[in-house]
């Protein structure tokens, strides 16, 4: 029976400690974890010992819906109606998941290539907020019911990589299963937490979190510090994980025994074939068993050759993220082990050659994120001393000014959270509307970045161009959420938008983004210089047409004359010419203009001494 507590000072009725669980929602396999008695305790299943809950739901035809370990073995007699690997659709678009469709046994829907993605099943749509909500509904229930007690408030963990998108929908995934999600945190930071690691003030240590899990790779490079955890880089693959090794078991047998594959259920169960031979070569030197009839058998050698290729892409993963955080193997102070994949023997031992170090393999590398993200949440709750965890943004966000050029205001790699703010003014008279269109990417131009969000700030007080003060302030928040906010100082109108980027990006696109900016660094310098010189020389023939208004009184008739010709000039260079015919041209104007410029300056003093004289 639940004891209820009464504060005798107040009469009210004092609430229970509250509880905040763990979540580790993979995408194979995910667990939920708490706190008893300072240690992370998962919950397992109450039949057998296992923590994991098979990420997979099915859909019955009846409509009734299973999860976990039951929802898994209709892999293979209803493919169609049994989902997996929902982890690697959150917040992609269908043409971002296209070219992996076909190792999904389910329908994903193909009517308009950029929306997100939706799954069908029968004459039902869901999104992965939907599939990943009933995951999660899946582990509130498992937890509730071990402790008899509801559960409402949850700590979820997502790849270093997750994008504002996905962590976005997997909140939303969390509040549509009955959960306050107080805390994204990443996967790597949780696994650092369970081995321990920063949980002590004076501790100051640089770690690697090598995470091989069943559809996604990660390598993080953390650095502790005064309590206090700090990515200094990530890297990583959505596309490489165990689910890759069991495909490509697959096509040796089928290569090598000419299989014939008659059916999505001959697929699924060649499939769940491949990876319980995967795991058995874990610990033994080969496997054999029976294919509809035909005898199949892999060794441990040829299981080494195929998975060769994988581990050396992981292991260039690890020399770029080392490089991007200015280290070498032998700066990495401890290097954790993720997922289930790196049980495999030859993945260890490559790992521990190339950091030169014995890897952390004590605890269970399907638990550790879990058990991190119990020890967050216990930290959260008020349980243990506070600690921060900063994470870093992986690409620069910005705005689009004049010309179409990209304004970076949080540079890539800055530590989140953050708030930045830049100043800009109008550059045309009485400008009563200001558009704000916020970028993310590296490039010099904002058509080769990804448009995240665009508004207006209205009502701007009608002034002449250069005179509003406009402040443009980035705020990222500790789960990687941008809030822009935009005002004009002077008058004092504010207005803020919440960025929901538009969903679908990943970390391959990232990576390309990056390699994109690298690669066209050089002509986009030349644009952005051409671009400059254009909005200089377009600032110069305006200032100078309000020149000539201004001092009509004045001038000179071959003032005004060769005043008109010389901006006439520029005007040209800048429609059709180069960089240097533009700054020629405004060179040129500026040398004629200059003098007539400091002789304007003495009239407008002389008139004011008349006026002040008069009076
Ligand atoms: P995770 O996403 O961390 O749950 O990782 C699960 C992946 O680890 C799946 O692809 C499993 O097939 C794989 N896995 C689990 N145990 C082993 C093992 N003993 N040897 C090789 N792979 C394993």
Known sequence: MAKIAIDLKSGSIKKEDQLIVGIDLGTTNSLVAYIQNGEPVIVRDPEGQSGLVPSIIYFHPDHSVVVGHD?????????????????????????????????LGYEILNDDKDRLVKVRVGDRFYSPIDLSAHILRKLKSRIEEALSKPVEKAVITVPAYFNDAQRQATRDAGKLAGLDVLRIVNEPTAASLAYGLGLSPEEQKTI?????????????????????????????????????????????????????????????????????????????????????????????????????????????????????????????????????STRIPLVKSRVSAFFGKQVHDELDPDEVVAAGAAIQADILAGNRKDLLLLDITPLSLGIETVGGLMDVIIPRNTKVPCGYARQYTTSVDGQKNLKISVYQGERDLVTNNRKLAEFILSDIPPMPAGIPKLEIRFQLNADGILQVFASELRSGTTQSIMVKPQYGIDEEEMGRMLLDSIRHAETDMVVKALTEAQNEGRMMVHSAGKFIQQNSNWLEEDQVGEIRRLTGLLNEAVDTGTKDEIQTSIEGLNAYTTPLAHRALEVHVAGAMRGQAIK
């Open 208 to 340: 690697a979190v090598y995470d091989l899990g069943g559809g996604t790779f990660d390598i993080s490079i953390l650095r502790i510090e005064d309590g206090v955890f700090e990515v200094l880089a990530t890297n990583g693959d959505t596309f490489l994980g165990g689910d890759d090794l069991d495909n490509a078991i697959v096509a040796f047998w089928t290569d090598k025994y000419g299989l014939k594959i008659a059916n999505a259920s001959d697929k699924q169960t060649l499939r769940l074939e491949a990876e319980r031979a995967k795991k058995a070569l874990s610990v033994s030197e080969y496997h054999t068993l029976d294919f509809n009839g035909q005898p199949l058998r892999i060794s441990r050698e040829e299981f080494e050759a195929l998975l060769e290729p994988f581990v050396d892409r992981t292991i260039l993963s690890c020399a770029a993220a080392l490089k991007d955080a200015h280290l070498k193997p032998a700066n990495i102070h401890e290097i954790i082990m993720v997922g289930g």
């Open 71 to 103: 929802a898994r073995q209709h892999l293979i007699h209803d493919p169609g109606r049994t989902i997996f690997s929902v982890k690697r659709l959150m917040g992609k678009s269908y043409s971002d998941i296209a070219s992996y469709e076909h190792h």
